[in-house]
């Protein structure tokens, strides 16, 4: 197999499965851009989907674009080819995050890419599940297996204890009543947030109501009501487990090139889950509050920074929520 043979429609595929990732509100804030005559993938932030007031840096930013990075490399181990992925290659250019080049045939040795190819099945089954889980705890060979696989996209995954979760729960409580008075935050959500009978195929992007999941009840799982205060007809009510099992995935350091190790480390641990029958969500307000963001971290770890809280457990999986149409997000040149 050459270079050569990877065409337009292959690619097509691949940015088709690399969009599949989750992302801030479900934003889809990433661009592709595949050059023939190199035979290389370019991925690129999408700026004008930026959240200034719950993502004034873009780290999330970041992350979502990072997760749709390593959803495109499982694509391509799938189909057989080995890549060589450059982060941040040109300095000049800020908003070009990574280069993916297909250098042939995968490693069928020792190869650090051959082990992506069998996560494929799970890009189309991922999806953010609000939906209460049970308590059944999840045992402690999948938890090693899911910080083993952070370990090697070059982050760290840590299932915090009682007591730290307890204070996790707190913070995100802090962070919602944050939102709830800050107009900026909520015009930005809403900016995000699709209702009405036109749900689900007249957007493309941002949370249906359909994926808002259930009205709280009564329960501690961290998961963000996209509904507000604003009554949705026909909306069922459910409790929530009262003993979320969460987990933090963290850096080192903070840096662009860091949230981008962060968001490929997060899509692997995410698609590892779905493989082992968990539901997943993610809880990001708290760090979303630059003066709350530090507390999360745990201070007996080595984990210099909490880039995102994910929520684990037994239960419904959520819908899959609209995706931009490729042709807007695939430039081929």
């Known amino acids: 197999m050459s270079v050569s043979a990877l065409g337009t429609t292959t690619v097509t595929a691949f940015v088709e499965d690399a969009a599949t990732a ?10 592709f851009r ?52 450059a982060l941040l290659p040109d300095p000049a250019e800020p908003c070009l995050l990574a280069v993916v080049r297909p250098t042939g045939p995968a490693l069928t040795g020792n190869g650090v890419e051959e082990d992506l190819g069998p996560l494929y099945p799970a890009i189309r089954r991922r999806h953010t599940s609000r939906q209460p889980f049970t308590d059944e705890a999840i045992p402690q060979a999948i938890r090693d297996a899911l910080s083993a696989a952070a370990l090697l996209e070059g982050a760290r995954l840590l299932f915090p204890d009682v007591w730290h979760v307890h204070m996790l729960l707190s913070l995100v409580r802090d962070a919602e009543g944050r939102d709830a008075t800050d107009p900026a935050a909520a015009d930005e959500l809403r900016r995000w947030t699709r209702t009405g009978p036109q749900t689900p195929d007249a957007a493309s992007d941002g949370v249906p109501e359909y994926a808002f999941g259930p009205r709280k009840l009564y329960g501690a799982a961290p998961v963000r009501d996209f509904a ?106």
């Open 34 to 85: 595949f050059l023939r005559e190199d035979g290389v993938i370019q991925v690129y932030a999408d700026l004008e989907r930026a959240m200034p007031q719950a993502d004034p840096t873009t780290r999330g930013l970041h992350l979502g674009c990072a997760a749709a990075l390593f959803n495109l490399r499982v694509a391509l181990a799938h189909a057989g080819w080995a890549a060589a992925t």
């Open 228 to 333: 507000g205060r604003s009554v949705i007809p026909g909306r069922a009510a459910a409790a929530f487990e009262n003993a979320p099992q969460l987990a933090l995935l963290g850096t080192v350091r903070d840096t662009p090139r860091d949230w981008l190790l962060a968001g490929q480390a997060m899509e692997r641990v995410l698609l590892q889950a779905t493989l082992d029958g968990l539901a997943t969500s993610l809880t990001s307000q708290a760090l979303e509050w630059p003066e709350l963001r530090w507390t999360v971290r745990d201070p007996r770890s080595a984990m210099g920074f909490v880039q995102m809280v994910l929520r684990l457990g037994y239960g419904l999986a959520g819908p899959g929520t609209p995706r931009r149409p490729v042709d807007e997000v695939l430039e081929i040149v």
């Open 22 to 31: 989750p992302s801030m509100h479900n934003a889809q804030p990433w661009r």
